[in-house]
Structures are given as structure tokens and as C-alpha cells.
């Protein structure tokens, strides 16, 4: 949900928060602090993400919390200091907003996709674009390589068994150090077949002398044993652990017990690195669209939506049309170009809208009009698909536009989000894909993109208009 406004949000009941704060100016700075730490020790102690918000309703900062009720209050609490560069914003807070999460790991996956979309004044950290790491096992090569990666939609890893993302990117490095001593898997990206004859004559990297590596690289394991280790490193890596760890203490205590004490800490750090392995999220949970949205096989993608559209040419270029407001506030839209199945970035396009402000459908109208009135003309070329984020109202609103030009488009679609239906112009049932299906995840995959660019446009609208930027 975006996060300015100049009124309350209602929720999905259309019913207004019943402690909306008082406008602003109409209480003292002492008053204002009062009522903020109330608000604030009545918060759950649990683990949580809050959101600073100025009297117009703008977030001023995101943070974390393990226990809300008490990270929240220090805020307001008289003795709070936050440095030179946070302690300005007590003085814009005017209310606050929270989002209760089962697990701290949770509470940072939330707050960094929150700071990363909304993009807050007063947060330095998290502002980078970089997302947590992946761990990816190849298990589609004869001898599967373990890598620790932020990419996962690099060629190498298609078809690769993905897990994560971590939240902890250094406890996971030093998981994979101390996991690869029992496991022995290789880290390195050789193109490793089983039965080449120059493999008995590869000599090794150092990890196989010191016990990190079973050498594939120089047939000093078969394809059986090696995928057996891998096989039991995702098993480990998946489930609970409890009986290695248990082994770790042991071997810990033991360690203390005859004074070895550095050697009893670096027991403890493998122990509690391996402990975060659990410290985790899932793909399907989509917190990192940026990094996760690409990874499937593009040719596979537009073959399989070729086939679905019932289309005899194949398809090479698909566009995506979104639109972003706030109850009329900064209407934007956003146009994003996909050529072969991934994303075209110098096909991306803003629009600022002129025309319409609450309108879904005359902001379609528009941005359809703007961008293809070149095309109608005879002048530029349709993209083969044409993607309107929405059900088949947006889809009708595109479909004015187009049939005021004189050249029609190839194709034009839509995806409505909560069944993901692909309505069809010129079809009077919708398409239904499994959620599976590549061709419904190329399509996922524009729609996404195209919401994503055009939530970016309108926070920058708001930051202008608000900041006066």
C-alpha cells in the first residue's frame, strides 16, 4: 500500500483507525511526545517492523524490532538521543504505524523491502539495492557446485535448487565454511562431465588436500558418491540439524573443559551460524522480486504464452502498462519492455499523468494513447504482446485508446491478480494457467515489473511535491 496520504486510511471495511491523531499543530511538542509513547507502550512485545510518519501521513523512517513496545517507545522516551542524522526526525513524527511478524529474520526481510520500495528520508542503511543472499545448489550438472549468490537469475543457476533468501549473510558464509568439512562439496564453477578422459590428469585445488573438497575435478570421487554427499547436505540444510549440533556442543564443552578455549570459540560461531541456517525465507514468498522475478527459462516462457494466446508468429517483444495513485494524488504511469523473455530496461518508459487523476480507466486511456499514437500512425512497430495490468475493465480502457488509431495492435492482454486470469481481446472467456505454468509466470513477471517502475515514479512525485525536491 503506498504511504502518503492526507486523510486517515480506511481499512478494507471502510472504517477509519480509531485513535487517529489530532491535526497537526493543535497539540505542544510535549503533548504530541505523550501521546506517542502511550501509543507505544501499548504495542504487543513482539517481534515487528514501524513506520515513522509525518502529519501528512509520509514515512519518514523504517525500522525493525524484536520486541515493538519497547524498540518504539526509547523514541519518545525524554532521554532519547538518535545521533545528528536521526535526531531531527522527532520533531516531524506525528504517528506511527506497525506490522507484527512471527520472527525477527521476518521483521528485517519486511523492513528491507519496505525501506527499498518507499524509500524513507531519515534511513541510511538498506538504500543500496542489494539484496540478502541465496544458497544455490547445481544439481542440474553431473557434479552440483554450492554457491552463495545474490543473483540467482544468472544462466548457471537455471534449474538450480535455490534456498533462501538468508537474512544473514555472514553467519551463512561461515555455515557453507564449516559445512563443506563433512560434506566436501566444491565450490568452484568448472564444467565438471562425468567419464572425461582429462580428469585423472586435473590436479586439484587446495581444498581437497586439507579435507574441504572431494575433487571431482580430478575423478577422485564418482558421480553416485558425490550426488549421495549433496543429496545429504540439502537434507541437512533443509531440516533441523539437531544431531550435528548436538555433536558441536560436545565438542565444544569438551573444548572448554580442557582449556582449548579458542578452539571452544569456533565451535560456538559454527554453532550459532549453523543455528541461522533457519533464518530464512522462501521464493514463493516473493521478498525480493528485484533478484527473484527473472529465473526461469525465457525461451521456455514466451513458447509456452506463444501457445496460450493461440499466436502462429512467436513472440519476441512484450510490453507491460501500469498505473499508480493515491487517491488521485501523483497519478503516474509506467510502460516496461520485455524482449525474449527478460527485461529491456532502455524500453522502460514514465508518464506523468495529464488527463485523469482517480481514474484507473481514463489513466489507461492515456498512457495507451501517448505511447502508441506512433505505432497507430505507421511510424514505429507493436511489440508482439501488449500486457494492461488489471481485469477486463482496464482491458476495455486500452481497447478505446486503440481503436482510435488506425493500425490495431497484434495482441493486447490483461492479468487480473487475485485469480490471475489472462483476458483476451476479441475472446469472451478468460485463459486460465496453471500457477505454474511459464507462460502465466512470463506474464506474472511483466506485470510485476511494470507495478514495480511505476511505484518508484510515484514515490518520487510524492518526495518532490512533499520535500519540495
Not at 198 to 219: D, Q, V
Not at 253 to 279: C, G, Q, T, V
Not at 402 to 422: G, H, N, T, Y
Given at each position: 500500500?503506498?504511504?502518503?496520504?492526507?486523510?486517515?486510511?480506511?481499512?478494507?471495511?471502510?472504517?477509519?483507525?480509531?485513535?487517529?491523531?489530532?491535526?497537526?499543530?493543535?497539540?505542544?511538542?510535549?503533548?504530541?511526545?505523550?501521546?506517542?509513547?502511550?501509543?507505544?507502550?501499548?504495542?504487543?512485545?513482539?517481534?515487528?517492523?514501524?513506520?515513522?510518519?509525518?502529519?501528512?501521513?509520509?514515512?519518514?523512517?523504517?525500522?525493525?524490532?524484536?520486541?515493538?513496545?519497547?524498540?518504539?517507545?526509547?523514541?519518545?522516551?525524554?532521554?532519547?538521543?538518535?545521533?545528528?542524522?536521526?535526531?531531527?526526525?522527532?520533531?516531524?513524527?506525528?504517528?506511527?504505524?506497525?506490522?507484527?511478524?512471527?520472527?525477527?529474520?521476518?521483521?528485517?526481510?519486511?523492513?528491507?523491502?519496505?525501506?527499498?520500495?518507499?524509500?524513507?528520508?531519515?534511513?541510511?542503511?538498506?538504500?543500496?539495492?542489494?539484496?540478502?543472499?541465496?544458497?544455490?545448489?547445481?544439481?542440474?550438472?553431473?557434479?552440483?557446485?554450492?554457491?552463495?549468490?545474490?543473483?540467482?537469475?544468472?544462466?548457471?543457476?537455471?534449474?538450480?535448487?535455490?534456498?533462501?533468501?538468508?537474512?544473514?549473510?555472514?553467519?551463512?558464509?561461515?555455515?557453507?565454511?564449516?559445512?563443506?568439512?563433512?560434506?566436501?562439496?566444491?565450490?568452484?564453477?568448472?564444467?565438471?562431465?562425468?567419464?572425461?578422459?582429462?580428469?585423472?590428469?586435473?590436479?586439484?585445488?587446495?581444498?581437497?588436500?586439507?579435507?574441504?573438497?572431494?575433487?571431482?575435478?580430478?575423478?577422485?570421487?564418482?558421480?553416485?558418491?558425490?550426488?549421495?554427499?549433496?543429496?545429504?547436505?540439502?537434507?541437512?540444510?533443509?531440516?533441523?540439524?539437531?544431531?550435528?549440533?548436538?555433536?558441536?556442543?560436545?565438542?565444544?564443552?569438551?573444548?572448554?573443559?580442557?582449556?582449548?578455549?579458542?578452539?571452544?570459540?569456533?565451535?560456538?560461531?559454527?554453532i550459532r551460524a549453523i543455528e541461522k541456517l533457519d533464518h530464512r525465507a522462501s521464493r514463493k514468498d516473493q521478498w525480493q522480486p528485484e533478484a527473484e522475478s527473472f529465473v526461469l527459462?525465457?525461451?521456455?516462457?514466451?513458447?509456452?504464452?506463444?501457445?496460450?494466446?493461440?499466436?502462429?508468429?512467436?513472440?519476441?517483444?512484450?510490453?507491460?502498462?501500469?498505473?499508480?495513485?493515491?487517491?488521485?494524488?501523483?497519478?503516474?504511469?509506467?510502460?516496461?519492455?520485455?524482449?525474449?523473455?527478460?527485461?529491456?530496461?532502455?524500453?522502460?518508459?514514465?508518464?506523468?499523468?495529464?488527463?485523469?487523476?482517480?481514474?484507473?480507466?481514463?489513466?489507461?486511456?492515456?498512457?495507451?494513447?501517448?505511447?502508441?499514437?506512433?505505432?497507430?500512425?505507421?511510424?514505429?512497430?507493436?511489440?508482439?504482446?501488449?500486457?494492461?495490468?488489471?481485469?477486463?475493465?482496464?482491458?476495455?480502457?486500452?481497447?478505446?485508446?486503440?481503436?482510435?488509431?488506425?493500425?490495431?495492435?497484434?495482441?493486447?492482454?490483461?492479468?487480473?491478480?487475485?485469480?490471475?486470469?489472462?483476458?483476451?481481446?476479441?475472446?469472451?472467456?478468460?485463459?486460465?494457467?496453471?500457477?505454474?505454468?511459464?507462460?502465466?509466470?512470463?506474464?506474472?513477471?511483466?506485470?510485476?515489473?511494470?507495478?514495480?517502475?511505476?511505484?518508484?515514479?510515484?514515490?518520487?512525485?510524492?518526495?518532490?511535491?512533499?520535500?519540495?525536491?
Amino acid at each position: 500500500m503506498p504511504d502518503d496520504a492526507d486523510t486517515p486510511i480506511a481499512d478494507e471495511d471502510g472504517y477509519l483507525p480509531a485513535d487517529t491523531p489530532p491535526s497537526w499543530g493543535s497539540e505542544t511538542d510535549h503533548q504530541r511526545r505523550v501521546r506517542l509513547l502511550k501509543k507505544a507502550r501499548d504495542l504487543p512485545k513482539s517481534p515487528g517492523v514501524y513506520l515513522h510518519k509525518d502529519h501528512k501521513g509520509v514515512v519518514l523512517y523504517v525500522g525493525k524490532a524484536s520486541k515493538l513496545a519497547d524498540r518504539v517507545a526509547s523514541y519518545y522516551q525524554k532521554s532519547a538521543d538518535l545521533g545528528p542524522r536521526k535526531q531531527p526526525m522527532l520533531d516531524l513524527v506525528h504517528d506511527f504505524d506497525v506490522l507484527v511478524c512471527e520472527t525477527e529474520w521476518e521483521a528485517l526481510l519486511t523492513e528491507a523491502r519496505l525501506i527499498k520500495d518507499i524509500k524513507p528520508k531519515f534511513n541510511a542503511f538498506l538504500t543500496d539495492g542489494k539484496t540478502f543472499p541465496y544458497l544455490a545448489v547445481t544439481t542440474q550438472e553431473d557434479f552440483p557446485g554450492v554457491f552463495v549468490t545474490r543473483a540467482i537469475n544468472e544462466p548457471r543457476f537455471r534449474n538450480a535448487t535455490i534456498l533462501g533468501p538468508f537474512t544473514s549473510p555472514g553467519a551463512l558464509h561461515q555455515a557453507m565454511q564449516a559445512l563443506q568439512r563433512v560434506f566436501k562439496f566444491r565450490t568452484c564453477e568448472l564444467d565438471i562431465i562425468e567419464g572425461d578422459p582429462k580428469l585423472p590428469m586435473f590436479r586439484p585445488c587446495l581444498l581437497h588436500p586439507i579435507g574441504r573438497c572431494s575433487a571431482p575435478c580430478a575423478a577422485r570421487i564418482n558421480k553416485a558418491d558425490y550426488r549421495a554427499d549433496i543429496d545429504r547436505f540439502l537434507k541437512f540444510v533443509r531440516s533441523k540439524r539437531s544431531a550435528m549440533l548436538r555433536e558441536l556442543r560436545t565438542e565444544m564443552e569438551a573444548a572448554s573443559e580442557s582449556r582449548d578455549y579458542e578452539k571452544a570459540a569456533m565451535l560456538r560461531d559454527e554453532i550459532r551460524a549453523i543455528e541461522k541456517l533457519d533464518h530464512r525465507a522462501s521464493r514463493k514468498d516473493q521478498w525480493q522480486p528485484e533478484a527473484e522475478s527473472f529465473v526461469l527459462d525465457p525461451k521456455k516462457c514466451v513458447a509456452s504464452l506463444q501457445r496460450a494466446l493461440e499466436m502462429e508468429t512467436p513472440i519476441r517483444c512484450v510490453e507491460g502498462i501500469d498505473i499508480a495513485h493515491l487517491q488521485g494524488g501523483e497519478t503516474v504511469g509506467s510502460k516496461v519492455s520485455f524482449v525474449d523473455g527478460r527485461p529491456f530496461k532502455e524500453g522502460y518508459r514514465r508518464y506523468r499523468i495529464r488527463t485523469a487523476s482517480n481514474d484507473d480507466y481514463a489513466s489507461i486511456r492515456e498512457v495507451v494513447s501517448r505511447r502508441y499514437r506512433d505505432a497507430g500512425a505507421g511510424q514505429e512497430l507493436y511489440p508482439d504482446v501488449i500486457l494492461i495490468d488489471g481485469g477486463l475493465g482496464q482491458l476495455h480502457a486500452a481497447q478505446d485508446a486503440f481503436e482510435q488509431l488506425d493500425i490495431q495492435p497484434p495482441m493486447v492482454i490483461s492479468l487480473a491478480k487475485r485469480e490471475e486470469l489472462i483476458y483476451v481481446r476479441a475472446k469472451t472467456e478468460p485463459i486460465r494457467l496453471g500457477r505454474e505454468n511459464p507462460g502465466l509466470r512470463l506474464c506474472q513477471a511483466v506485470r510485476d515489473e511494470a507495478h514495480r517502475f511505476a511505484q518508484h515514479y510515484h514515490h518520487t512525485l510524492r518526495r518532490k511535491r512533499t520535500l519540495g525536491e
